[in-house]
């Protein structure tokens, strides 16, 4: 014995759904609140397409861009690897960590760009000689900046600023960067 439904009165109405022609595409089916809007169009396209015998008008072009590719091209190792360590702000520094709950100076820099896709080496040393030499004048966010001789390094996070594990007892966090202090930065590509 299965359950029955009932109504009472008239059913909803299901409405149609309108079909345009937009020529050299094909056929559409557009709901109906898009009918009149849609119409419109299909009779400015279909005067753009010339009668049979005649050369076709040119048509506009269009060129759409693609979001997804441009916030790739905005997102470059450099800025993930920065927010990144932005997100580490805060931990302990330790000696010969690389994280994720504490870091030495080059371990955070190795972590960070790590979450980017990018393996760099250990060290401060020899994280010196990757990726392309950079000036002072021409620092980016995210470009790792090596100092202290070459015995530090941390990624610049731009207006002057390092974000680095600097030493025991200091957490994770944003020193003051001149030029003076510089010994090489590095343009991770």
Known sequence: MGAV???TGAMPA?????????PGLGNFDLPP????PAQQMEKQLQSMVAPQGQAAPQLPSVHFENPFQQ???QQSAGNIALDAARGKLGAQYNWGAAGPQSFDCSGLVQWAYRQAGVELPRTSFEQ?????PVSFD???????????????VG??????????????GTPVSYTHLSADD????????
């Open 155 to 168: 990624i610049y996070a731009g207006n002057g600023q390092l974000l680095n594990a600097v030493q025991s």
């Open 138 to 152: 021409n620092l980016q966010a995210g470009d790792i900046v090596i100092t202290n001789g070459g015995g530090h």
């Open 14 to 22: 299901i409405s149609q759904a309108a079909t345009i022609n937009i």
């Open 33 to 36: 609140e898009l009918e009149q």
């Open 182 to 189: 510089v010994v090489t930065a590095r343009r991770i590509v």
């Open 5 to 7: 439904a009932a109504t």
């Open 71 to 73: 916030q790739q091209q």
């Open 128 to 132: 010196s000689h990757v990726g392309a």
